[in-house]
């Protein structure tokens, strides 16, 4: 899933970046194709899921349809999880893409928030993934491809099937899309533990806290919400592995309970993470400045209170102009984190639940049509 590594632009000087770079084979795709990024994304839906649709037409073995209870056709239960899968493997390649995206238009943001050293690490954020990391990268994904296979041969064990059988059926899709999806998967962790450790050592070592233009700082909380914001994504979609769409008041099939709501968690978790990541080391150097500013303001506030207790009318204004001072300080934001990204944060933690509130909507107007309560 990786390419070789990137060449260094001259016109962007030493910091942007040095050979030392390169970026997985979908942001590659993302690059060359015309279509741009909306476009692209749903070729790749498309083409996965058309491709279990082919499958499923050719072999039958499950057909893509069976006639519900009403008589109509409906789409069956494995079908379902196909589109499903299809779903995650798609919105899997498009955040790669989209967090290289999300760090090109931070980057200059980054670069105003920390000092001049620390503007090839900022840049290098967006430059892609260092050489260094690429064998945990590639162990990982290879890694996940095993997995993959190892879960379509439970599959075949439990479901009484041959390899010969099995693979003249769906779930030739299964074998060839699962390594990817797994592999996919896997190497999202690696990226999550690499980006974190990224961030918080660019904000540890370089980040310059001026109380005057904490507004710099926002971009950080930009940065945490758009990588919160994709694991929550994600989750919701892996939430649709609960929801029968053939049967919407059956929301929670029992095995599939115990597979998807430890991979719902970690998708949430993952996305609180890197959240954190970027918020919380911030949030210890801004306590920390205004403490250290607080400390200076009470120096000078002792040093006049005397002259100004003795009636000295200018240690008096000063002393007051200290007192002022003091508690604009004390009143700045800890966080750096616009009411605007707190309203869009507490948005993004509903989006998991949209599936199951999706079913009940669904399901509610279902009944209405056709007991003729809507009329």
Not at 219 to 243: C, E, K
């Amino acid at each position: 899933m990786d390419t070789t590594p990137q060449q260094a632009d001259p016109k962007t000087g030493p910091a942007a970046s040095q050979a030392g770079y390169y970026q997985p084979l979908e942001v590659r795709a993302y690059r060359a194709s015309p279509g741009g990024f909306a476009v692209t994304t749903l070729t790749i839906f498309v083409a996965v899921y058309g491709l279990y649709v082919l499958i499923a037409e050719i072999t039958g073995r499950p057909p893509l349809f069976e006639t519900g209870a009403d008589g109509d056709p409906v789409l069956t239960q494995v079908a379902w999880i196909a589109l499903v899968l299809s779903l995650i493997f798609t919105a899997g390649t498009a955040f790669t893409e989209a967090g290289r995206r999300m760090w090109a238009a931070e980057i200059p943001h980054l670069i105003a928030a920390v000092t001049p050293q620390g503007a090839a690490g900022a840049r290098g954020l967006a430059d892609g993934i260092p050489i260094a990391w690429r064998r945990y990268y590639t162990g990982m994904f290879f890694a996940g491809a095993v997995a993959g296979l190892f879960f379509n041969g439970v599959l075949i064990v439990t479901s009484n099937f041959t390899l010969s059988t099995y693979l003249a059926s769906v779930g030739l899709w299964f074998v060839l899309v699962s390594p990817f999806l797994y592999g996919i998967g896997f190497r999202a962790g690696v990226d999550v533990a690499r980006e974190s450790s990224a961030i918080k050592q660019l904000i540890r070592d370089h980040l310059e806290i001026d109380l005057f233009r904490l507004d710099r700082l926002d971009v950080f909380g930009r940065i945490g919400l758009r990588a919160a914001r994709s694991w929550m994504i994600m989750a919701a979609i892996l939430l649709l592995f609960l929801i029968n769409p053939n049967e919407p008041d059956q929301l929670f099939a029992a095995e599939q309970l115990w597979m998807t709501v430890p991979v719902v968690s970690a998708s949430v978790l993952g996305g609180l993470f890197l959240l954190t990541s970027a918020l919380h080391p911030v949030h210890v150097k801004i306590r920390a400045a205004k403490q250290a500013e607080l400390d200076r303001i009470h120096a000078e506030m002792s040093a006049m209170r005397d002259k100004a207790l003795a009636g000295d009318a200018d240690a008096a204004s000063a002393l007051a102009g200290y007192t002022d001072y003091e508690v604009w300080v004390n009143g700045l934001r800890e966080w750096p984190v616009s009411a605007s990204i707190t309203t869009r944060f507490s948005l993004y933690i509903l989006l998991p639940v949209i599936p199951i509130i999706g079913s009940y909507v669904f399901e509610t107007l279902a009944n209405r049509l056709v007991t003729g309560g809507g009329g």
